[in-house]
């Protein structure tokens, strides 16, 4: 991409929600990304009073470094859209419709996109009986990150039913999502806009080294081998391409987004299932949509800025549409 003219970021990043040092890997990763590069930064760390703190500084854009609730679930998108400050990554409608994942399967799967299938679940109701035949997966409904993911097999150790002190998300949650549980292989696809259109980068392969692919398997090092490219069929790949991409757009995602799967190459195209589009995926060191760009030929500054340069270009279109 040409250089871009020197800016005024405002990075914003912590939080209060579960992935609160996610955030502060990802924002501080921006911040010196754009230094390095010339440009000026202001670090916020999100509390109450951030939308004063973001008025003082007046910055010309905001990368929005925030996972989870408030910052990606529409709280944030709508402040700032009321304040007029352009910001990155997807807006306000969107984000309250990704973060859910209910709301998700009701917006892609009309489209074709395959998702499992499911239902919400009373938390009470688990220690009564399953909601599913086992193997399911319960997760709460609007949480990134894999936070609260549990897998209840038969062969688990949270009974059966499930007892009321095993350690699993019903103890923070009183609605999960219940979902059979698909087997095979885990993959994700970074889409990114850039200024001659969204394109999905590549495909890479989860393999954890014990367990499966959850909050800790995602952000501590070594707990997870990413095989990027994934070494699947060519057909299976530019599959997760086009979904991805048609995700993204369907969605209404802007400058990034993170479309993960599971793969039961047993049944080949038909076992090829999305679980959720991240809109605000982790620009951490060991996050995977850096690691896609890189693969790409994208260096993370790079990544950085074309986020950025999606978002003011979003804002310009808005300002000059009314």
Same mark, same amino acid.
């Given at each position: 991409?040409? =250089? ?42 999100? =509390? ?116 009321? =002190? ?103 195209? =038909? ?52």
């Amino acid at each position: 991409m040409p =250089d871009m003219q020197k800016l005024h970021v405002a990075v914003l990043m912590g939080g209060w929600a579960n992935e609160r040092p996610v955030s502060l890997m990802s924002g501080e990763g921006v911040a010196k990304a754009l230094e390095e590069r010339g440009h000026t930064v202001t670090r916020i760390d999100m =509390d109450r009073d951030v939308a004063a703190r973001i008025a003082e500084a007046k910055p010309d854009v905001v990368f929005n470094a925030l996972h989870g609730v408030p910052g990606e679930d529409g709280s944030v998108q709508g402040m700032l859209d009321l304040m007029g400050v352009p910001y990155t990554h997807s807006g306000l409608a969107t984000s309250v419709i990704a973060i859910d994942k209910q709301l998700t399967k009701q917006a892609l799967v009309p489209h074709g996109i395959p998702m499992p299938g499911g239902r919400i679940v009373k938390t009470a109701d688990l220690f009564e009986r399953d909601p599913l035949p086992r193997p399911y997966v319960l997760k709460p409904v609007n949480e990134g990150s894999s936070v609260g993911v549990a897998i209840v097999t038969d062969e688990g150790n949270y009974g059966n039913p499930i007892n009321r =002190d095993a350690k699993g998300p019903w103890q923070d949650f009183k609605e999960l999502l219940a979902e059979p549980y698909i087997k095979g292989r885990e993959m994700t696809s970074a889409v990114v806009d850039f200024e001659d259109g969204s394109r999905a980068l590549g495909v890479t392969e989860l393999k954890p080294k014990s367990g499966f692919y959850d909050f800790d398997a995602k952000y501590t090092d070594g707990m997870t081998d990413h095989i990027c490219p994934a070494d699947i069929p060519d057909h299976i790949r530019d599959l997760c391409l086009e979904i991805a991409l048609k995700a993204h757009k369907v969605l209404g995602c802007r400058g990034t987004s993170r479309t993960d799967f599971r793969w039961d190459e047993e049944q080949g195209e =038909d076992g090829l299932f999305v679980l959720e589009t991240n809109t605000q995926p982790g620009m951490t060191p060991l996050s995977l949509v850096p690691e896609q760009a890189k693969y790409a030929g994208i260096e993370y500054g790079e990544l950085v800025e074309t986020v950025i340069a999606a978002a003011l270009r979003y804002h310009e279109d808005k300002r000059r549409d009314g």
